[in-house]
């Protein structure tokens, strides 16, 4: 439960753009910067329930440091989930044009299928909606009946 000494909004509007910078870097190699607000929200959620004992001298460290983990724990249960690690492979490149490109993507493609057939009916809707379609997290949240983050 959140303590009522301390002033939770104004931390995170003190601390917000620290804590989002950390987490976008963190999520940057897996191509999931969309996250990183997720991984703020997620670590002032955590520090709420969880107050430190004592009030720290400095909450700039224990905030950036909380949504680093944040971060780090969407990379991670992102990977171990799906079944591979994330890699250059998996980001976004340049469009390019000719055969070499066209066989390297097809490739791509054929390594990501064993991958896709794992998912259960709810995930294949969320890939195609989410990411195939680019519908907005909340829409596709909205109609299942989960959070935008549950989406994520």
Known sequence: ??????DWAALYQKHRNAMYGVAYEVLRGSGRVDLAADAVQEAMVSLMKSPPAETPRSW???????????????VRSAA????FEFSEEFLPGEVGSGEDETLERLEKIARARPVIAR???????????YIVLDR?????????????ARVS
Do not use: F, K, S, W
């Open 1 to 6: 439960m959140a303590d009522a000494d301390i």
């Open 60 to 74: 700039e460290p224990l905030l950036v440091v909380t949504a680093e983990r944040r971060a780090l724990d969407m």
């Open 80 to 83: 171990v989930v799906r079944g």
């Open 119 to 129: 998912l259960d009916a709810q995930e294949h809707y969320v890939l195609a909606q």
């Open 136 to 148: 907005l997290r909340g829409d596709v949240a909205a109609e299942l009946g989960v959070t935008p």
